[in-house]
């Protein structure tokens, strides 16, 4: 009896370490991926390309796109929309795979590098490669898609092992034909504060953003900037200060010396913003050193080009 006990634990052994070694050999074999999040608006284009019901109530989608080095994907999403500021419904959710390459060409950027998701197919889903962590929907005209001033198109890497190529950053020529222009959006906190020196509570988790950037009317060359957003408002107190600066078009970012880069003078104590021009419609905020801040779940270091009007009464905070 002792020794039929002693067989089958021995037994049971052998096949637990023959399972643990079959698993180990599994995850070592199994391909790189990559994952990007974000949370988007739900224009009726997207709706199409991300198999949502015509009709449904859906103002947010909710991504998770996985990238295999394999050549395949993953794509889990779901939507919902606001009943108000702080009820969000989830009205369902959908999850398929296929396909992926990369491509080349974008509009205003014809040697953008694009990750296409099932290229073959009638609905298939163009990003403009960014750069490594970071892709943006594009849009039917193949240009970057423009989000409102709550959320934008942008996934960002949250969980890597693969490596997508380096992508092409942003346009190489700044060509405007309007003197003013706003553009709004909702970014993470805490690391965008830091990077201008910024003092903010330990629990700030997004940061809302209007900026108001004029040019010359004759000869459209920058002039100067009007900032409104979290940052610069007191609600304890209820006032606000208008950050006001000049502001001019640079170039170079970290992996891209030809970049159009948008610089905004500093403000106070407060140090100088960095915006990356993705296309006409779109900006990206760059850190001090010129790499772009990566976003999380819930929301990306992207403004948005919009028709947002700031009044012209500045409030100075004591």
């Known amino acids: 009896m002792k020794r039929t006990a002693v067989a089958t634990i021995a037994f049971l052994a052998l096949v637990a370490a023959a399972s643990f070694r079959q698993a180990v ?28 019901p015509g009709g449904e109530n859906c103002d947010r989608i909710k991504w998770r796109l996985t990238i295999n080095e394999s050549g395949k994907y993953y794509l889990a999403h779901e939507w919902g929309y606001h009943v108000d500021n702080r009820t969000y419904l989830n009205k369902g959710k959908v999850s398929f795979g296929g396909t992926w390459k990369i491509a080349k060409g974008r509009t205003g950027d014809p040697n953008g590098a694009v990750v296409q998701l099932d290229a073959d197919k009638p609905n298939s889903i163009d990003l403009a490669l960014i750069n490594q962590d970071i892709l943006h929907l594009l849009d039917t005209n193949h240009s970057l ?3 409102d001033s709550g959320a934008s198109y942008t996934l ?28 709004s959006g909702r970014t993470p906190c805490i690391e965008l504060a830091r990077e201008i020196k910024h ?56 992996s891209d010396a030809n970049a159009i880069v948008y610089q905004l003078d500093a403000f106070e104590y407060d140090g100088p913003i ?34 947002v009007k700031q009044s012209t009464t500045s409030v100075k905070s004591n």
């Open 25 to 52: 050999t599994n995850v070592a074999a199994s391909p790189k991926v990559d994952m990007f999040f974000g949370t988007s608006p739900c224009a009726e284009f997207v709706k199409t390309r991300l198999r949502i």
């Open 145 to 147: 898609a423009v989000g």
């Open 156 to 183: 960002s890497r949250l969980a890597m092992g693969y490596g997508l190529p380096a992508g092409t950053n942003g346009l190489s020529t700044d060509s405007e034909t309007t003197a003013e222009t706003n553009f």
């Open 199 to 254: 003092p903010v509570a330990a629990d700030c988790a997004k940061l809302k953003w209007s900026i108001d950037l004029y040019r010359d009317p004759q000869t459209l060359a920058p002039t100067t900037y009007r900032l409104r957003g979290t940052l610069y408002r007191n609600e304890a107190r209820g006032t606000e200060t208008i950050r006001e600066g000049k502001w001019k078009v640079t170039k170079g970012t970290k």
């Open 274 to 307: 960095f915006l990356l021009k993705g296309d006409r419609d779109v900006l990206f905020f760059l850190a001090k050193d010129g790499s772009l801040l990566v976003g999380d779940t819930h929301f990306s270091y992207t403004l948005n080009r919009g028709t």
